[in-house]
């Protein structure tokens, strides 16, 4: 089992940078796909990014492909989110999430664990 607990969000101007933590428990840490989501209010859960075990492959969602950066560092047992060149429409709770599976990465029904979220408002 792991508990995950994100840090970083806030309020940002259009075009600005932020970036989000997920801090995970537990010694198992380096097995889990990490994966990144978010939820506006009255939208259903999106992916946002995801990132396998060692960090050899990524993967991003067409709205923040080259935006974006997914990045883990094992030994922190930390994964990580870059966010640049933020618009409004990333207005967002983000969440991150493990699982096991390294299928189905965008999908938040293969993801096991979650943390609480953090939000990242963007301003125009």
């Known amino acids: 089992q792991v508990q995950l607990v994100e840090s970083g969000g806030g309020l940002v101007q259009a075009g ?7 801090a995970a428990s537990g010694r198992t840490f380096s097995s889990y796909t990490m994966g990144w989501f978010r939820q506006a209010p009255g939208k259903e859960r999106e992916f946002v990014a995801a990132i ?40 967002a709770l983000y969440y991150c999430a493990a699982t096991y599976s390294i299928r189905n990465m965008h999908y938040p029904s293969s993801y096991n664990y979650w943390g609480q979220g953090t939000q990242v408002t963007v301003s125009s």
Not at 16 to 22: D, E, I, N, T
Not at 76 to 90: I, W
């Open 16 to 22: 600005g940078s932020l970036r989000l933590s997920c």
């Open 52 to 91: 396998t075990s060692s960090g050899g492959s990524t993967r991003y969602a067409d709205s923040v492909k080259g935006r974006f950066t997914i990045s883990r560092d094992n030994a922190k047992n930390t994964v990580y989110l870059q966010m640049n060149s933020l618009k409004p429409e990333d207005t």
